[in-house]
Nanobody, 125 residues
């Protein structure tokens, strides 16, 4: 059974930083992508960042334009944990952040197979 468990959310002032973690277990496919998404109140869920494992793609890691240069995705393979370092946070970054995983299909911004329960990030102005 696949489990993705996020942690690290919280409350921070604008300009501050948070680091999210996603601990994965039960993933049995040999190559894939870990992604972070977010959903703000009243808005659709949107892609944030993606990083591959056991596969190389010239476009990965990949970031949404809204977070490029401020967020960094990374992965600790032995720990099966994916991180999202978020710096220079803005009130518009306030959302529930979700970790997701998918088998490698050549795409990485949609069609994820597994999802975590989400962690709240609130950025005050």
């Amino acid at each position: 059974q696949v489990q993705l468990v996020e942690s690290g959310g919280g409350f921070v002032q604008a300009g501050g930083s948070l680091k999210l973690a996603c601990a994965a277990s039960g993933l049995t496919f040999s190559s894939g992508v870990m992604g972070w998404f977010r959903q703000a109140p009243g808005k659709e869920r949107e892609f944030v960042a993606a990083i591959p494992w056991n596969v190389w793609h010239s476009g990965l890691p990949y970031y949404a334009d809204s977070v490029k240069g401020r967020f960094t995705i990374s992965r600790d393979g032995p720990k099966n944990t994916t991180y999202l370092q978020m710096d220079s946070l803005k009130p518009d970054d306030t959302a529930v952040y979700y970790c997701a995983a998918k088998r490698w299909t050549g795409t990485f911004t949609s069609e994820y197979d597994y999802w975590g329960q989400g962690t709240q990030v609130t950025v005050s102005s």
